[in-house]
């Protein structure tokens, strides 16, 4: 984790929200001290016993934030290992957040266990799977939908489709590399295929993906009279997030590439 999210973290934990302070080694006031840390990229854990208490803490080890046991179907996030010493006795405690990073502290290392929670049912969804089963895919996962939304207001009165959506991604990536077959939909004589460069355009943080879409489909004569046109269609979309690091550092290279199909309600193929 990047060294002022780190400090945002703690922030939020010690002092309140939107004061940062670095990580901190001891605690005179309470005879608590971090002795040695250890960074990790976001490791999932999971509560190995539901019905038991578990406590997270807040960094100073003086106040108890949430049990645990309340959370019977979250998986947690590792970002930092913290040896904690208290007089002559030791402890590891691990740094972890759930995967919207609302809830965070410190948590005694036994008490967990590795890998995703087995009934976190977003976690372990094909949808964050294919996007490599870990907290940076959920963060692309959601996106992705985020951008799905985005296109699909844009056809207004259309029917989103999932199996057309897949073929879409399916398609998107078969254009870039030719080793993948093309899906289904593509044979389909029926479907208007709508696709953009994959590498299509330079984003920032500031950048409107609304605002691009629009562009992107006048260009290819999809105004929004025609996109009108297409109210009761079945509509499959594809857009690729941000591949997300560890870390959360933001990868540019195919982001906002999107794949589109139009096919008229009644003219699917068989799947």
């Known amino acids: 984790m990047k060294k002022q999210t780190m400090g945002l973290l703690i922030g939020m934990l010690v002092g309140g929200i939107g004061v940062t302070t670095a990580p901190m080694t001891g605690h005179a006031a309470t005879g608590y001290k971090w002795v040695k840390t250890k960074q990790y990229s976001d490791l999932a854990y999971h509560l190995k016993d539901t ?95 985020t951008l799905q939304a985005d296109i699909l207001a844009l056809f207004p009165g259309t029917i989103l489709n999932t199996a057309y959506s897949a073929d879409a991604r399916t398609d998107l990536n078969a254009g870039i590399n030719k080793a993948n077959g093309y899906s289904k939909t593509d044979k389909n004589t029926k479907a208007i295929g709508i696709f953009s460069p994959y590498n299509w355009v330079n984003t920032t ?54 794949g589109i199909y139009l096919v008229p309600t009644g003219q699917s193929v068989v799947k």
């Open 205 to 258: 943080s500031k950048t409107n993906y609304t605002t691009l879409i629009t562009s992107a489909l006048e260009k290819q004569g999809y105004t929004a009279a025609k996109r009108a046109k297409y109210k009761g269609y079945q509509i499959g979309i594809y857009a690729t997030p941000h591949g997300y690091a560890s870390d959360y550092k933001k990868w540019v290279s195919g982001y906002g590439s999107f």
């Open 51 to 145: 019905t038991k208490s578990a406590y997270m803490w807040n960094l100073k080890h003086t106040k108890k934030l949430h049990n645990l046991k309340n959370y019977p179907r979250t998986t947690w996030y590792l970002s930092e290992s913290v040896k904690i010493q208290f007089g002559k006795k030791t402890g590891i405690y691990y740094l972890v957040k759930n995967n919207s990073n609302s809830i965070a502290g410190l948590v005694a290392r036994g008490y967990l266990k590795k890998g995703n929670n087995p009934k976190d049912a977003y976690a372990n969804s094909e949808d964050v799977k294919s996007y490599g089963a870990n907290l940076a895919s959920i963060k692309s996962a959601r996106e992705a939908q």
